[in-house]
């Protein structure tokens, strides 16, 4: 059974910086795709970074780019995400997501991606 488990959220300032992990069990996922995605109230859950396989490309949402660095450390199956420079409009449950295969296609559509963690919530006050 697969199992991805977040951790790392928490309340911050804007301007402040956080580091979210995701450790994958069940499965290793060091061909394939780890990702984040995040979901605001009221709002679709949207891309934010992804890391296809072992030392392959990394992949942002417009919105995040030179201020998130997504990360992997494929001995403990796990994936990262530092948050710098957050602002308000960053607040959000982040999830993390993996798939067993690559793509430069699809790292972005939801729809496209196997397993999920539970999500861990990112305040970032004003």
């Known amino acids: 059974q697969v199992q991805l488990i977040e951790s790392g959220g928490g309340l911050v300032q804007a301007g402040g910086s956080l580091r979210l992990s995701c450790a994958a069990s069940?499965?290793?996922?060091?061909?394939?795709?780890m990702g984040w995605f995040r979901q605001a109230p009221g709002k679709e859950r949207e891309f934010v970074a992804s890391?296809?396989?072992?030392?392959?490309?990394?992949y942002y949402a417009d919105s995040v780019k030179g201020r998130f660095t997504i990360s992997r450390d494929n001995a403990k199956n796990t994936v990262y995400l530092q948050l710098n420079s957050l602002k308000p409009e960053d607040t959000a449950v982040y999830y993390c997501?993996?798939?067993?295969?690559?793509?430069?296609?699809?790292?972005?559509?939801?729809?496209?991606?196997?397993?999920w963690g539970q999500g861990t919530q990112v305040t970032v006050s004003s």
């Open positions: 997501a993996a798939k067993l295969y690559y793509s430069t296609t699809s790292y972005a559509r939801k729809e496209w991606y196997d397993y």
């Open positions: 890391s296809i396989r072992r030392g392959g490309s990394t």
């Open positions: 069940g499965r290793t996922f060091s061909s394939g795709t």
